[in-house]
């Protein structure tokens, strides 16, 4: 059995993501949006290969988009905003051929293109 939806939302969850959340590699959506997690997105975010859709809008991570997320190469929909992050958002997350939503407005943190 693949789990393959996680949607935890509203539930002002407090802490980090923990990195083994991305052994989930047939996971397709990830709503950890409304909630209070803070820190990084895991690293290896890059692991979900399966993964449409990410969103972790409205928590306090911070830090930089990893660029392993550009291994997600079926996301249609990444929702950011509204967080802490800060520093290079890379090309290879924003030319995701199947991308067609990508939110990071309102982050608290600098941030700016490859």
């Known amino acids: 059995m693949h789990i393959l939806y996680i949607i935890y939302v509203l539930l002002a ?3 980090t993501i923990p990195e083994t959340l991305c052994d989930c590699i047939h996971l397709k959506r990830l709503l950890l949006n409304n909630n209070d997690f803070t820190g990084p997105i895991p690293s290896n975010i890059g692991k979900m290969k399966a993964l449409q859709e990410i969103n972790l ?3 306090r991570l911070s830090q930089e988009i990893p660029i392993s997320l550009s ?9 950011l905003h509204n967080n802490a992050f800060s520093g290079v958002i890379h090309e290879s997350i924003m030319s995701l051929k199947h991308l067609t939503a990508l939110h990071l407005q309102n982050n608290t943190g600098a941030m700016h293109g490859t």
């Open 13 to 15: 969850t407090i802490g």
């Open 57 to 59: 809008a409205h928590n």
């Open 71 to 79: 291994n997600c190469t079926l996301l249609t929909t990444c929702m």
